[in-house]
C-alpha cells in the first residue's frame, strides 16, 4: 500500500531532550516536507525538500533539522525541544512539486502529536 | 509573504445541499492549488489538485475550480451528506506549500 508513515505518533518528552520523528513513503516520491499544526495558527511548513541531499527552509524553522540522505526517509530532528514545539506535526510528499513533470499532489502522513513539557 | 484566506471559517447546512467553500490566494505563479479534507485529530486527505493550466477538476460529487488571474478557488459539493462533515483546507503550492486556516463544515441530518 502507497503510504506515508511517521513514528512515534504520540511522544511526551521533556525540555533539551533531543529527540527524532522518523518519516518514510514507499511511493519514490523526490519532494518531501514536515508542517505543524496549531490551533488558530493553521498549518505551517517547516522544511522541505526537492530530492536527496536538498533541503530548504519553511515558514518556521528555528529549532528543528532534517536530512535527506536517502529518498524514501525525512527524519525531522528537535536537538533541544521547548515548550512551544508542542503541536502536531505532519509528514508530506509528493512525486515531485514540478507541475512540468506532472507533480504536485502531496501525500500526508497521520501525524505525530509531540508534547513537550 | 503570500498568504491564502478561506471563506467562511465554519458553515452549517443541511443534509441535500450544495455548498461552495472558497479560497483566495495572492501567489500569482502557482504551480498548482490543492484542496484536503481533515476529520478531528486526523491528517490530510487529498480531494482534488488543479495544475496551474487547468480551470476545474472533479471527482463524485465534488468539483474545484482554479481562476489564476483573481487568485480564486471554489470547491463545490453536491448534495451534501453528514459524513462531509469536516474542516476543508485549500493549500497552494510554489515550491513552499501554503495553507489555509480551513472551513469547518457540518452537515446536520
Known amino acids: 500500500e502507497a503510504q506515508v508513515t511517521q513514528n512515534p505518533r504520540y511522544l511526551i518528552t521533556v525540555t533539551g531532550k533531543k529527540l527524532t520523528v522518523t518519516c518514510s513513503q514507499n511511493?519514490?516520491?523526490?519532494?518531501m516536507s514536515w508542517y505543524r499544526q496549531d490551533p488558530g495558527l493553521g498549518l505551517r511548513q517547516i522544511y522541505y525538500?526537492?530530492?536527496?541531499?536538498?533541503?530548504d527552509k519553511g515558514d518556521v524553522p528555528e529549532g528543528y533539522k532534517v536530512s535527506r540522505k536517502e529518498k524514501r526517509n525525512f527524519p525531522l530532528i528537535l536537538e533541544s525541544p521547548s515548550p512551544n514545539q508542542t503541536s502536531l506535526y505532519f509528514c508530506?510528499?509528493?512525486?515531485?512539486?514540478?507541475?512540468?513533470?506532472?507533480?504536485?499532489?502531496?501525500?500526508f502522513g497521520p501525524g505525530t502529536r509531540l508534547t513537550v513539557l | 509573504k503570500q498568504e491564502v484566506t478561506q471563506i467562511p471559517a465554519a458553515l452549517s447546512v443541511p443534509e441535500g445541499e450544495n455548498l461552495v467553500l472558497n479560497c483566495s490566494f495572492t501567489?500569482?505563479?502557482?504551480?498548482?492549488l490543492q484542496w484536503f479534507r481533515q476529520d478531528p485529530g486526523k491528517g490530510l486527505t487529498s480531494l482534488l489538485l488543479?495544475?496551474?493550466?487547468?480551470r476545474e477538476q472533479t471527482s463524485g460529487r465534488l468539483n474545484a475550480s482554479l481562476d489564476k488571474s483573481s487568485g480564486r478557488s471554489t470547491l463545490y459539493i453536491a448534495a451534501s451528506q453528514p459524513g462531509d462533515s469536516a474542516t476543508y483546507l485549500c493549500?497552494?503550492?510554489?515550491?513552499?506549500?501554503?495553507f489555509g486556516a480551513g472551513t469547518r463544515l457540518t452537515v446536520k441530518p
Open positions: 501567489d500569482s505563479a502557482i504551480y498548482n
Open positions: 525538500s526537492m530530492n536527496v541531499e536538498v533541503t
Open positions: 508530506a510528499s509528493s512525486l515531485s512539486i514540478d507541475p512540468y513533470s506532472g507533480g504536485g499532489e502531496q501525500f
Open positions: 488543479i495544475q496551474s493550466s487547468q
Open positions: 493549500a497552494q503550492n510554489h515550491n513552499d506549500m501554503r
Open positions: 511511493m519514490n516520491h523526490e519532494y
